[in-house]
């Protein structure tokens, strides 16, 4: 479903080419030179309706042409278009032969399915082919009870450590008070860096080469987000009950919980980093 053109026709004749073929195509915006479906360069709808009509296709064809595979993975055609800013793709099997193209509307399907699937396993639920409304209550259910389960099992984890010091609140209860403060902020800052890794990956910007760049950064990040956090809330301590230990104990608490928050929030994409790696 794509307007072919030979090199030998003229501008002219292509355009008649077109008026009786293109009702039937996906997209005449961008037609394709081709010799025994070998694909020799590209012309504009544009180029053919600002050019004179004796001239020949193959002196106004483009012949560096950006192009997939019919292997190449369907996300993988949707950052070339948007990368490139192009109306269609075309498609070339393993002998270099034109068998198709992928328009931009195509293109968008693919780009809101992969961002709905890249949201719903950032809110920790397995993701769903069918809109809300179509998906019934009981699948709603079974796609978010499996990851609360672990997530509340894992939460256990931090109560077993909380016993272990009973007699550390038991000294000082005020301490208490702060552990609501330092797990939101710890969950925050690991939320921060899960979401802006998966827009990474969505975007093609992260690759499973820069695995290590990205843990680096983020760790630079974190110590700098947890001086400044501990430092404002170091001085509330001071201001609020004047007590030089506390405010230390619980500022690098939040340093140490900042840190290992955001590089769990950007271990847990580990996976998706991984998935996203294309070789080629």
């Keep these: 479903e794509y307007v072919d053109l030979k090199p030998h026709l003229t501008v002219g004749q292509a355009l008649a080419h077109i008026k009786e073929t293109g009702i039937h195509k996906e997209t005449i915006y961008t037609c394709y030179v081709i010799q025994q479906r070998k694909l020799l360069g590209i012309v504009s709808a544009k180029d053919l309706l600002t050019t004179d009509d004796d001239v020949l296709i193959e002196d106004i064809m483009e012949t560096e042409i950006i192009s997939v595979s019919t292997l190449t993975d369907k996300e993988e055609v949707a950052h070339q278009l948007r990368k490139y800013d192009l109306l269609a793709l075309p498609v070339l099997d393993n002998d270099g032969l034109l068998v198709g193209i992928v328009t931009f509307d195509d293109a968008m399907d693919v780009m809101v399915e992969e961002a709905t699937e890249d949201i ?9 082919e069918k809109s809300y409304f179509e998906t019934s209550v009981l699948a709603h259910a079974k796609h978010r009870i499996a990851w609360l389960l672990i997530l509340m099992f894992s939460a256990t984890i931090t109560g077993t450590i909380i016993t272990r010091y009973e007699n550390a609140f038991a000294a000082i209860p005020l301490l208490v008070s702060f552990i609501p403060m330092l797990m939101d902020t710890g969950g925050n800052c690991g939320s921060q860096s899960s979401t802006l890794i998966i ?3 969505a975007l093609g910007e992260i690759q499973f080469s820069d695995l290590f760049r990205v843990m680096f950064k983020e760790f630079r990040v974190s ?14 301590i ?4 004047k007590n030089a230990g506390l405010a230390l104990v619980i500022g690098l608490s939040l340093v ?8 769990i929030g950007l271990l847990k994409n580990c996976i998706w980093i991984l998935q996203s790696w294309h070789p080629h």
């Design 120 to 128: 719903t396993k950032m809110a920790a639920m397995s993701p769903s």
């Design 199 to 201: 827009r990474g990956i």
């Design 223 to 236: 110590l700098i987000v947890g001086v400044a956090l501990a430092l404002a809330n170091g001085i509330r």
């Design 238 to 241: 001071l201001i609020m009950y």
């Design 256 to 263: 140490a919980t900042i840190v290992i928050s955001k590089l």
